[in-house]
C-alpha cells in the first residue's frame, strides 16, 4: 500500500526538501523518487506538492535552478544552508534510516491484510465480513489512542 498525497508532505517539506538537496543538486522526480526510497517505498509525495514546494523555495532563494538536458535541477543556497541549519530536527526526522525497515515490515503488513480482506469479501460470508469489519474499527480505535497517548 502506497500512501500518496500531499498534506504530510507539505507539513514538514522545506527542511526535508533542502536538506536532500543539499545532499546532491536533483529535479523533481529525482526528489520524488529519494523521498520514497527513504521511505522504504511507504510514501511518496504527489508531483502536486513537491513542484510548489521548489518553486517557493526558490522565490525565497533557498534554492537555484538551472536547465539540464530539458530538466529543472535545483540545487541548495548558502540562505537555504542557513535555513536548514535552523530546523534540522525536521529533515533528521524524516531521514532515520533506523525507521526504514520499520516502515517496510508495515508496508508488507499492510499488503498481507489487504490480501486476507479481499479472500474474506470474496467468501460472501457476511458473518465473516462483519467479524473483519469490527476487529478493524477496534484496532483503529487503538491505533488513534496510542497516538493520542504519545503525544502527552
Not at 533557498?62 to 548558502?78: N, P, R
Amino acid at each position: 500500500m502506497l500512501m500518496r498525497g500531499t498534506k504530510n508532505y507539505k507539513m514538514n517539506n522545506h527542511p526535508f526538501t533542502l536538506s536532500l538537496l543539499a545532499e546532491k543538486p536533483q529535479h523533481g522526480y529525482q526528489l520524488i523518487k529519494e523521498i520514497e526510497n527513504r521511505w522504504g517505498g511507504f510514501y511518496r509525495p504527489s508531483p502536486g506538492s513537491v513542484y510548489p514546494t521548489l518553486q517557493q523555495l526558490e522565490e525565497r532563494n533557498y534554492l537555484t535552478s538551472q536547465e539540464v538536458e530539458g530538466k529543472k535541477v535545483y540545487s541548495i543556497t548558502d540562505s537555504g544552508e542557513q535555513l536548514l541549519a535552523q530546523q534540522p530536527s525536521s529533515a533528521e526526522t524524516l531521514n532515520k534510516s533506523e525507521e526504514q525497515p520499520k516502515l517496510i515490515e508495515l508496508k508488507m503488513t499492510l499488503r498481507d491484510l489487504q490480501e486476507v480482506i479481499m479472500q474474506v469479501t470474496r467468501s460472501d460470508k457476511s458473518k465473516n465480513i462483519d467479524k473483519v469489519l469490527s476487529s478493524l474499527k477496534k484496532l483503529k480505535k487503538e491505533i488513534y489512542l496510542m497516538l493520542a497517548n504519545e503525544e502527552d
